[in-house]
């Protein structure tokens, strides 16, 4: 079967560094991407990661290693904005994406 | 613009009744997908689609029921054998590599 776990709840404050964490049990690995959704919206994506090492996009940078099912996604420079769920989600080569529960940020000020 | 439109935004169902979700691409995208999302439990696979005519059971299809006779259009029926249908509801097209879905603005079902 297909497991991704990340936490539930995370908290930070405007203009820190925050690391939300996913770590997955899959069938097979073609792809992990992270989405950011604000309550009430549809996802938007964030980032895209197939290979091991970091992907760097402006204040988002996500980070895999295949070998021990592991990403996370780094926000730098909070912004009250940023406060959101944000969801890790796996292409085990099937033509699905599956999702992980979902960590819900709070960014206070 | 190319996108993706589910309508309404909002429904009110009784219970027993049926009631369609509409899902529109203009993306000439081949796959659809739809998604059930509650609180805590992340998104949730229904059915999918990868071309027309075929449609595939997700995880949790029970109570559901689908159609692809266009390219273009994939309803999904919520029906009276669903035990707990209120739940927002993704439809999503595409699986780009290195983009993943494109996603609808979503449906929010309550049943009164």
């Known amino acids: 079967g297909q497991n991704i776990d990340q936490p539930t709840e995370m908290t930070a404050t405007e203009g820190a560094i925050v690391q939300i964490n996913c770590t997955y049990q899959?069938?097979?690995?073609?792809?992990l991407f992270w989405y950011q959704q604000h309550a009430g919206e549809a996802p938007t994506f964030l980032s895209y990661?197939?290979?091991?090492g970091l992907e760097e996009k402006g204040r988002f940078s996500s980070f895999l290693s295949r070998s021990k099912g592991y990403s996370y996604l780094l926000l730098k420079e909070l912004q009250m904005k940023d406060s959101a769920s944000y969801l890790c989600?796996?292409?085990?080569?099937?033509?699905?994406?599956?999702f992980g529960k979902g960590t819900m940020l709070l960014v206070s000020p | 613009d190319g996108g993706i439109t589910q309508s309404p935004k909002y429904l009110f169902r009784k219970e027993g009744q049926n009631v369609t979700l509409s899902c529109e691409q203009n993306?000439?995208?081949?796959?659809m997908y739809w998604y059930r999302q509650d609180p805590g439990q992340g998104l949730r696979l229904i059915y999918y689609?990868?071309?027309?005519?075929?449609?595939q059971k997700g995880d949790i299809a029970e109570g559901y029921s689908v159609s692809r006779e266009k390219k273009e259009s994939f309803p999904l029926t919520v029906t009276s054998a669903q035990k707990n249908p209120t739940a927002f509801y993704l439809c999503?097209?595409?699986?780009?590599?290195?983009?993943?879905?494109?996603f609808g603005s979503g449906t929010r079902l309550t049943v009164v």
């Open positions: 990661n197939v290979l091991d």
């Open positions: 689609s990868q071309i027309v005519n075929d449609f």
């Open positions: 989600a796996v292409n085990s080569g099937y033509s699905t994406l599956t």
């Open positions: 899959t069938s097979g690995f073609n792809g």
């Open positions: 993306l000439n995208h081949d796959a």
């Open positions: 999503a097209s595409g699986l780009s590599v290195g983009h993943g879905y494109t």
